[in-house]
Nanobody, 120 residues
Framework: QVQLVESGGGSVQAGGSLRLSCAVSGLIASSYAVGWFRQAPGKERDSVAA????????NYVDSVKGRFTISRDNAKTTVYLQMNRLKPPETAAYYCAAAEGSWSNGYNNWGQGTKVTVSS
């Protein structure tokens, strides 16, 4: 059974940092890419960052480039999202998801989300 569990959310002031974790089980590390998404109240879920199975290829939405870093530790089957210089509009529920093979194949396994609140 595939399971993704996010953790690390919380409340932080603008300009602060958080590191989210996504623990993946039920998948072989070399078989999936992982993406981070966020959904603010009343808005659609948007892609934030993605990483291929070996970690050598990453992708970020323009608004987080230079501030967020996605990484993975396949030995721990965990993917991280380091978020620096957070902004209040980035308050949202953050989700991780796994895609078989490449992120271009689409995400079919999702976590339950972790909430991030950025106050001004």
């Amino acid at each position: 059974q595939v399971q993704l569990v996010e953790s690390g959310g919380g409340s932080v002031q603008a300009g602060g940092s958080l590191r989210l974790s996504c623990a993946v089980s039920g998948l072989i590390a070399s078989s999936y890419a992982v993406g981070w998404f966020r959904q603010a109240p009343g808005k659609e879920r948007d892609s934030v960052a993605a990483i291929c199975w070996h970690g050598g290829n990453t992708n970020y939405v323009d608004s987080v480039k230079g501030r967020f870093t996605i990484s993975r530790d396949n030995a721990k089957t965990t993917v991280y999202l380091q978020m620096n210089r957070l902004k209040p509009p980035e308050t949202a529920a953050y989700y991780c998801a796994a895609a078989e093979g490449s992120w271009s194949n689409g995400y079919n396994n999702w976590g339950q989300g972790t909430k991030v609140t950025v106050s001004s």
